[in-house]
């Protein structure tokens, strides 16, 4: 399998004015501006294996990827008045992983690692049993401390889509028909 992280980033990347802003159009026409913060420098296969080592976690491929070129981003955050507020996705550092495993608490129920926090109290989580069984489905959405769903897809694929959608809550999509999207207005 090939991957296709890097181009992702990259074509992320060109998208960005000087000052890591970009204009994006959003439902119903709006049009809002975002930063996006992406760490200039990536891990090293060094660092990712020592990290797997001393936790005993094996990262997926495309995951490891995104460490490479990238070891952290937040994806976009939402600016008001020039200041930002907060939103969109952080993907975390290797020393953000580390640091969230000693929060281990508050995902009970929980068979994974949490690599990025999204959305109000959202976690993006690699399930260690999926991956075990070598299922590419691996990425769960954990909400709100409560709800454990997976999102049928792998890492790669979930940032491609989030940067097509624009920051949107793409998984969601299906569930919006002509009936239930006004009422939730």
């Given at each position: 399998m090939s991957?296709?992280?890097?181009?992702?980033?990259?074509?992320?990347?060109n998208l960005l004015d000087p000052n890591g802003h970009i204009k994006l159009f959003c439902r119903e026409g709006e049009i809002s501006e975002f930063a996006?913060?992406?760490s200039d420098m990536g891990a090293t296969e060094a660092d990712?294996?020592?990290?797997?080592?001393?936790?005993d976690i094996q990262?997926?491929?495309?995951?490891?990827?995104?460490?490479?070129?990238?070891?952290?981003?937040?994806?976009?955050?939402?600016l008001f008045n020039g200041q930002r507020v907060g939103g969109?996705?952080?993907l975390f550092s290797l020393n953000e992983l580390q640091e969230n495993l000693s929060?281990?608490?508050?995902?009970?129920?929980?068979?994974?690692?949490?690599?990025?926090?999204?959305l109000e109290e959202c976690h993006?989580?690699?399930d260690h049993e999926r991956l075990k069984q070598n299922d590419p489905n691996y990425l769960f959405i954990f909400e709100d401390g409560l709800d454990y769903r997976p999102l049928h897809l792998n890492f790669e694929i979930f940032l491609?889509?989030?940067?097509?959608?624009?920051?949107?809550?793409?998984?969601?999509?299906?569930?919006?028909?002509?009936?239930?999207?006004?009422k939730t207005r």
């Open positions: 991957h296709f992280v890097d181009k992702t980033i990259a074509g992320l990347t996006v913060t992406l990712i294996q020592i990290f797997e080592n001393s936790n990262l997926p491929t495309d995951y490891r990827e995104f460490l490479k070129v990238c070891n952290g981003a937040r994806i976009f955050e939402t969109g996705l952080q929060y281990l608490d508050l995902f009970e129920g929980v068979n994974g690692i949490a690599i990025a926090h999204l993006l989580v690699i491609d889509r989030y940067i097509m959608s624009q920051g949107e809550t793409f998984w969601e999509w299906g569930h919006w028909t002509a009936t239930n999207y006004y």
